[in-house]
């Protein structure tokens, strides 16, 4: 972290990401990268034929959230603009997914990380894109 | 041993969640005392880490499979630490919110080592 920090003081005006409320969501978007990133390697390397659909899925959304992790932690008005693309991808995803699942359970035989809006998670899938839309909208205002 | 451990950090992790939830609350930055209860949650975890493996080691069985009960109980030992020095980069009430959800995420964690473990 301190690294982070005096890479982005180097860069003089490159816009920090993780500070205040941003290092929550630093922190729980790595705990969903961890989490996805386990779960589908684990998955797709031992089950994959079981639920292609499902582990595919579930590896898709582990990359979106080792992505927006690693430009929250970047920091920067590109690395902002390409986070709050990802966040709303990511919000997609889950309510796409979501109600795809509860629309056709039999497309599914095991769970996604986004299966019924991320129920499996407390809710997180869903809340944290939302969470993430709002810090990083009010970061450009910060600094605008 | 194993499920009395679990149990155990499951507490702890709360009590701790609590306390840093209340510190962010009262707008406070983590301290000494936070860092105390962050060693005694993380020595707990190693506890179990070890108890752990030394009853895989002895023969007995993880009902989902060994690669994933290590695997959460590696992701269980790092969840307080990491928060914890993120909360020593941010020393604002954020940082205590940061602790106060790394240990939500260990006792959740805890919740499915149980699981893991235990046939049924």
Redesign the interface.
């Known amino acids: 972290?301190?690294e982070t920090?005096e890479r982005a003081a180097a860069d003089g005006g490159r816009t920090r990401l993780?500070?205040?409320?941003?290092?929550?969501l630093?922190?729980?978007y790595?705990?969903m990268s961890?989490g996805a990133v386990?779960r589908s390697v684990?998955q797709v390397s031992t089950e994959f034929d079981r639920a292609p659909l499902a582990y595919a899925l579930s590896a898709v959304a582990a990359v979106v959230y080792v992505f927006i992790t690693y430009t929250l932690v970047r920091g920067g008005e590109a690395a902002r603009r390409a986070a709050l693309v990802c966040c709303a991808a990511e919000l997609a995803g889950v309510l796409i997914v979501g109600t795809w699942t509860l629309v056709e359970p039999s497309a599914f035989p095991d769970a996604t990380v986004w299966s019924d809006f991320g129920y499996g998670y407390?809710f997180i899938p869903v809340l944290l894109p939302l969470t993430g839309i709002w810090w990083l909208r009010r970061s450009r205002a910060a600094t605008a | 041993m194993l499920d009395a451990l679990t149990v155990a950090v499951s507490v702890a992790a709360l009590a701790l969640a609590a306390w840093c939830g209340f510190a962010a609350y009262r707008d406070q930055p983590t301290k000494d005392w936070h860092f105390i209860g962050m060693a005694v949650v993380t020595f707990l975890v190693l506890a179990q880490l070890i108890v752990g493996i030394v009853q895989l080691a002895r023969g007995e069985q993880a009902e989902e499979g060994t690669?994933?009960f290590v695997?959460y109980l590696l992701?269980a030992l790092c969840?307080v630490p990491?928060?914890g020095?993120?909360?020593?980069?941010?020393r604002?009430r954020?940082?205590s919110?940061?602790v106060a959800?790394?240990a939500v995420?260990l006792a959740?964690l805890e919740v499915r080592l149980f699981d893991i473990w235990t046939v049924g």
Request: aromatic content about 10%; hydrophobic content about 60%; charged content about 5%.
């Open positions: 972290m301190a920090r993780v500070k205040g409320p941003g290092m929550l630093v922190w729980l790595g705990v961890v386990s684990y407390v | 690669v994933i695997s992701g969840a990491i928060a020095f993120m909360s020593l980069a941010e604002s954020w940082g919110a940061t959800a790394g995420v959740v």
